[in-house]
């Protein structure tokens, strides 16, 4: 590993769809890493998770997404999504907390935001300033932060992140990764943040698409659907 430029990947909202998962591991295999950031929704507990077969079929669908990441080989950091349960306990959860990892500082905001819909992990923006504050390199939530590219629902038909979110990233001298909203895949900047929406692997509107930071200078999406890539470097 390059202590002073970490390569790291970024795998969007699973939601346990191997087929594309297994193209996304097979492309970081290809780039070579130093470890993984996964933004949540690792598979779909949803309402199905309250009965007893549910559970067991959503746990065994997320042991199995973190069987095939672990074939890589390398250290990985994650938060649940809305569609995860909040206490998942595969390694290195980092939810509301910092761990030192590559060099770098990074922590964890899962769950998201309103509207509720019923989904296992979800919270007002009051609540999401009511949690650790966060000193980070990079930060990895769930949710989208308000009103960018990265948070437009097209079936909505509107912007729909978290403006706690968008608060915390406005503070952030470094990177912010994120999915939820999986049609917003992309890069942006606000203030001193990088900021990638990683996109989903799953449906709706799942692709089979991978993210990579180089350090936190350097911020590269690729949509291996299309071949379209995008990049951002610090300004």
């Known amino acids: 590993m390059n202590e002073q430029t970490p390569r ?75 569609h995860d349960l909040q206490n998942l306990s595969e390694p290195n959860n980092i939810d509301d907390r910092v761990v030192n990892m590559w060099g770098l500082r990074v922590g964890g905001l899962g769950g998201t935001n309103p509207p509720k819909r019923g989904f296992p992990y979800e919270w007002t923006d009051d609540q999401m300033r009511a949690r650790p504050t966060l000193d980070v390199d990079i930060l990895i939530s769930h949710c989208p932060p308000a009103n960018s590219p990265l948070d437009f629902a097209r079936g909505a038909g509107r912007n729909v992140g978290s403006i706690a979110i968008r608060e915390r990233v406005e503070k952030i001298n470094g990177v912010m990764v994120c999915g939820h909203i999986h049609e917003s895949a992309g890069l942006t900047q606000i203030n001193d943040c990088l900021c990638m929406n990683a996109g989903g692997l799953g449906n709706p509107f799942g692709r089979t698409q991978v993210g990579f930071l ?16 995008q990049t951002l470097h610090r300004e």
Not at 214 to 223: I, N, V, Y
């Open 8 to 82: 790291l990947a970024v795998i969007g909202d699973v939601h346990a769809h191997f087929k594309r998962l297994d193209q996304v591991i097979e492309r970081i295999r290809e780039v070579g890493v130093d470890g993984i950031l996964m933004v949540g929704d690792i598979a779909c507990a949803g309402k199905g998770a309250r009965t007893a077969k549910g559970l067991k079929r959503y746990r065994g669908r997320v042991r199995k997404v973190f069987e095939t990441v672990r074939t890589l080989d390398v250290p990985i950091c994650y938060v649940p999504g809305n």
């Open 214 to 229: 180089f350090g936190t200078h350097t911020l590269r999406h690729e949509d291996l659907d299309s071949g379209v890539i």
